[in-house]
């Protein structure tokens, strides 16, 4: 099934389903809890997104209010179409993993044409940067579960924080196997490879 909500519709549509809200009221609640950690969020961004939310009868208008010298700001609550399309597509994802095709898997397979002590030093400095993620992303869980928020709403927190684990055991794998020689970097290169011949289908 081709996706119909983007992830940071999902997570807008997510946020109505507890009271009325203002995209700009979304934003910050979303970067409160963490979660611009897991959504790509920019406030033009959440803007189109609602707006075509409202376009397609996901949510509609409440009313128009200001505070203070502020814009006025359009307040959105969530339709019964709006929850059944946010379930439909949180399943959908739950379900069937998707290719994403995220950039480190690129890096790792070209990273042969690097020099070992490269390798090496940038694999350091982003063990350094996984493990301060790791620490914000536990804070955030924590504090979440210090105030009362239940588990089941926290396990996108915990997914994090279990593929970041993942990520910090294959670095330190790498970087013990370069240093005791198990992953000999210095092996020369296949000089030819067999050619490419397209498989007669019948």
């Known amino acids: 099934m081709a996706d119909d909500l983007t992830p940071l ?31 790509k969020l920019r406030v033009p961004s959440l803007y189109h997104a609602v707006e075509r939310l409202l376009r397609d009868g996901h949510v509609e208008e409440v009313g128009v209010g200001r505070e203070g010298k502020r ?15 946010m379930e439909t597509q949180v399943v959908a994802w739950l379900r069937q993993p998707r290719a994403e095709y995220p950039v480190l898997p690129v890096a790792v397979g070209e990273a042969h044409f690097l020099s070992r002590a490269q390798v090496e030093s940038v694999l350091a400095e982003r063990r350094g940067a996984v493990l301060a993620e790791r620490d ?6 924590d504090a979440a579960l210090d105030k009362g928020v239940p588990r089941r709403m926290l396990l996108g927190k915990e997914y994090s924080l279990h593929r ?39």
């Open 9 to 39: 519709a999902v997570s807008a549509l997510a946020l109505l389903v507890e009271r009325p809200m203002h995209p700009y009221e979304m934003a910050q609640t979303l970067r409160v809890r963490g979660q611009d950690l897991d959504v």
């Open 71 to 85: 814009p006025e700001r359009t307040t959105y609550r969530l339709t019964a179409a709006g929850r059944a399309a």
């Open 136 to 141: 914000t992303v536990t804070r955030m869980r």
């Open 164 to 202: 970041l684990d993942a990520e910090l055991a294959w670095i330190d794998a790498i970087l013990t196997d370069l240093d005791s020689g198990a992953l000999d970097w210095d092996q020369p290169f296949l000089t030819s490879t067999p050619p490419f011949t397209e498989q007669d289908p019948s």
